[in-house]
């Protein structure tokens, strides 16, 4: 079996994730695990699919044929990192007033410390009572062994009050 990576994006409406599963049950593949969610009024996903090696070219070319019904797909063969295996899983939690820039500098913060991203689920959100727009985010996070988790929290720390945000590292809260 090949691991396979898929992604997709189509105007949202019923039968699009009938449509893809249908392919791959087709050519004996197996749906592993996924992520889905409607944006804009669009429906995306992103999943990770077992195929027999012999079906995959077959496959391919049947995802490809979705193209007509406003699939766009993209398939990538997946690879297995021993390396990310090794290194510790930490999350992140992070909530503050809605500004631009809160993903990157958060972002670039965790990049400064080799830290890889396995997750990030993000959205907006009204202040109780004040109805504030506020941005919330979680995170699961691999940091290598050589990045101590208190190098994590001092660092995290002290961009939370650089761009005035709370950030939550393995249940520990990080204010502004």
Do not use: C
């Amino acid at each position: 079996m090949i691991p396979l990576v898929l992604t997709y994006v189509g105007d949202d409406r019923p039968g699009l994730v009938s449509a893809v599963s249908e392919k791959i049950a087709a050519f004996g593949g197996t749906w592993l695990e996924s992520r889905a969610v409607r944006l804009a009024g669009k429906f995306a996903g992103i999943l990770r699919v077992n195929v027999p090696e012999a079906d995959m070219p077959a496959l391919e070319r049947a995802l490809r044929d979705l193209a007509p019904i406003g699939l766009v797909l993209t398939i990538e063969r997946g690879a297995h990192d021993v390396a990310a295996l090794t290194a510790r899983l930490i999350t992140l939690d992070i909530l503050g007033n809605e500004r631009p820039g809160i993903v990157r500098d958060v972002t670039h913060a965790l990049n400064a410390l080799g830290v890889n991203i396995e997750e990030f689920d993000s959205g907006l959100e009204d202040a109780a009572f004040t109805g504030v727009e506020m941005f919330r985010a979680h995170a699961r996070l691999r940091a290598p062994e050589t990045v101590s988790l208190e190098a994590l929290r001092k660092a995290l720390e002290q961009l939370a009050g650089e761009i005035m945000v709370d950030l939550t590292v393995g249940g520990e809260a990080l204010r502004a």
